[in-house]
């Protein structure tokens, strides 16, 4: 057998997936694009996407922002919403149907700009962290089968966000390459088979095998060489360079008052965050974060307040959203409570400022 890894050697009997994470679900990063399908599918099932949206600190106009990133933990939890609520367990491969290149930014416009099938998942592979700290792929060649695995380590991760992924993959793949039939000879997924398959049959077209050691594609190996259309390789090396540069900014170190804003995001709207809770999750004493806070010229309420203050602005500019609601959502139990700390944010009350906001826009 001839295997060939871009990743990591392929190893049947381990899962490759778990062997470099170093990312937690708090600390996993992910652009606020690859949420937009999502909101279209959730739309479409009849689900207030506005405040689920709100309960993760975002507004729709969030959504076109490419370098707005939120917690891996928030996206689970939207998501894990989502399913219950609609009780639509195909939703990520819903989403999948309504994700457009630009969803996917840097990453599929760099793709896009090799010449072959191949050269565009390994391009795809390299700079995957721009749209997911913690999201892993791995391309093994073993004599004429081409293997694309995907997963997220040992993150939470809900059945819909990897049928999700295996769906984009085959999807970028039948646009990048203009072959519209274009399809896998084989599908797997880690998960049970779910009652019913249709949806997967009408996006994958290929026989389908549940409870799998990986979340892949099997492509015949042929498959890696098809042309792309419209390739170009001088727009190819300008691109890359734009997505090193942001690689490298992502790979800066998160201070402590940044790794608190984080949790205050994550927990703001679950109504049991605490000092005492949030210095758990970082795994120190209350007096020992508020000691290394107070050093750095922080602290926890002073964090907890400008978060406050960063989602009710975005949440007032979505007009689908109650003044009522917004306050609830930050945790506030009274209205008087949000309106006396919006004046002391902005000067002005909510209901100025969202009126000034929607005359701007009309």
């Known amino acids: 057998m001839n295997s060939v890894s871009i990743a990591t050697e392929w190893r049947p009997e381990s899962n490759f997936l778990e062997e470099s994470q170093s990312f937690t679900a708090s600390t996993a990063r992910v652009s606020v694009k690859l949420l937009a399908p999502f909101v279209v599918a959730a739309q479409e099932l ?4 506005d405040v689920g949206l709100a309960g993760v600190g975002l507004s729709r106009s969030d959504l076109e922002n490419p370098d707005l990133r939120v917690s891996h933990a928030l996206v689970d939890r939207m998501l894990r919403g989502a399913l219950a609520q609609s009780g639509e367990r195909d939703l990520g491969l819903l989403a999948a149907e309504h994700l457009q290149p630009d969803h996917l930014d840097i990453v599929e416009y760099t793709a896009r700009a090799q010449s072959t099938l191949r050269g565009a998942i390994e391009h795809s592979i390299r700079y995957y962290a721009l749209l997911h700290d913690g999201f892993e792929a791995d391309l093994q060649i073993m004599d004429d089968r081409a293997v694309l695995s995907v997963g997220f380590g040992s993150l939470p991760v809900a059945e819909c966000s990897l049928e999700f992924v295996l769906a984009v993959h085959l999807m970028a793949a039948r646009r990048m390459t203009g072959l519209q039939a274009l ?3 084989e599908t797997h997924f880690t998960h049970p088979r779910p009652k019913s398959t249709l949806v997967h049959q009408r996006i994958f077209r290929s026989p389908l095998h549940f409870g799998q050691p990986h979340n892949a594609l099997v492509y015949p190996r042929s498959v890696l060489d098809a042309p792309l259309v419209a ?11 734009h997505a090193t540069d942001a690689l490298q900014k992502l790979g800066r170190s998160t201070s402590l008052p940044e790794r608190v804003r984080e949790i205050v995001r994550q927990d703001l709207t679950s109504g049991k965050l605490t000092a005492d809770s949030l210095a758990r999750r970082l795994g120190m004493s209350s007096r020992t974060l508020h000691r290394r806070l107070v050093a750095q010229s922080s602290s926890y309420r002073a964090i907890l307040d ?10 007032l500019r979505d007009p689908q959203l109650s003044i009522r609601e917004v306050g609830y959502l930050l945790g506030f139990t009274t209205g008087p409570a949000f309106h006396r ?9 909510a209901a100025s400022f969202r009126g000034e ?3 701007g826009r009309s």
């Open 231 to 241: 390739a170009d390789v001088g727009l190819a090396r300008v691109l890359e360079r």
């Open 183 to 185: 399809a896998p000879i």
């Open 341 to 349: 700390a919006f004046r002391r944010w902005t000067g002005t009350t």
């Open 306 to 315: 400008d978060v406050r203050r960063e989602i009710a602005l975005r949440c």
């Open 46 to 49: 009849g689900l207030r996407v």
């Open 357 to 359: 906001f929607l005359r």
